[in-house]
């Protein structure tokens, strides 16, 4: 039989670290919200490479839907290059408006 001891002893607690939160203002807030909407967030090329990785992550994910069935390799490339290129435009629009 396991019995518990009563210990006179305080255990130290730890105190907690005080956090100082920086004040939101108005002209902070917008500024923030005007530069996310700058057109200049998004630079007008992307490096190809990266544009690559992308086409092949979402040409991956086209064939893994159609149960990677040998034959249509290039058709999932020519639509991953089209979804990546659309994403893209959206984005620009969204950040343009």
């Known amino acids: 039989m396991v019995t518990k001891r009563a210990s006179s002893e305080k255990k130290p607690t730890k ?3 005080v956090v100082k939160v920086p004040v939101l203002t108005d002209s902070v807030a917008i500024a923030g919200m005007e530069s996310r909407r700058s057109p200049a967030a998004i630079p007008e090329t992307v490096d190809p490479k990266i544009r690559r990785e992308l086409v092949a992550a979402e040409a991956y994910f086209l064939a ?3 149960g ?3 034959g249509g390799e290039l058709e999932d490339w020519m639509a991953a290059e089209a979804l990546v ?3 893209r435009r959206q984005m620009r629009a969204a950040r343009s408006s």
């Open 15 to 17: 105190q907690k670290a």
């Open 68 to 70: 990677f069935t040998a």
């Open 64 to 66: 893994e839907r159609r």
């Open 85 to 87: 290129d659309s994403r």
